[in-house]
């Protein structure tokens, strides 16, 4: 993992208080190279030693990065502070807008912003490989799906993951078509398709395989996460991996 040390004292403020902005929080706490200078949420189920705020424009506290794992609707929160601050972030929430998305890219031409909407390093991995072989098996004439599976308390389907899974994909072929539901589309599959499905049951962290279907052969890249550990992981790392960084928008594929 990227864990190179800023030579000081990072200080970091976690906004989101969640199941995983706790684990964020934590993992923070135990780092001897960060800071936790203040948690952001607009709740608490608990008390905690750090400061707390229900916004950024209740902190008085100055950060180097912010680590965000909470929800859409507090991007133009994070943004104004960020901006006003230079602050660096790392954006891992997911179900952002299109438009949403514009004010990140927008502001990453004044600070250094990493989004992702998967932060292990195996699916950093995943992505490598997909580069490598995606157009190879696609100009090969294999059919490209994939399937995520999470757990039944995830709201936005497809998850992030497969979307970043099929972007890649994308950039690498360059003429391919999502298909998100085939049920109105009542004709056979075309070679430029790949289709994207979701599954929602029990208590699955993430589990996410892009299929290449040959004639009498199925190659399967998969990904299973079995905690949570990998995404704060993932963070805090992004967030070591930022210290020499200007200004820009960051993504698995440049960070490192």
Known sequence: MHLKSW???MKVIVYGYGLMGKKVANKVRSQSGMDLTAVISYEFDEKIPEKSFNSLKECVEKADVIIDFS???NLDDILSYALENKTKLVIATTGYSTEQLAKINDASKQIPIFQSYNTSYGVQMVTK???QVAKEFYEADYDIEILEKHHNQK????SGTA???YEVIEEEIG???PIYDRSALHEKRTHD???IQAMRGGTIFGEHTVMFAGIDEI???KHTALSKEVFVQGAISAAYALKDKEKGLYTLKTLY
Do not use: M, S, W
Request: aromatic share 4%; net charge neutral; charged share 25%.
């Open 7 to 9: 030579g000081y004292k």
């Open 71 to 73: 929800h859409p609707n």
């Open 129 to 131: 490989i997909l580069r």
């Open 155 to 158: 709201i936005d389907a497809p």
């Open 163 to 165: 979307k970043l899974l």
């Open 175 to 177: 003429e391919t078509t």
């Open 193 to 195: 398709q790949v289709g």
């Open 219 to 221: 190659i399967e890249i």
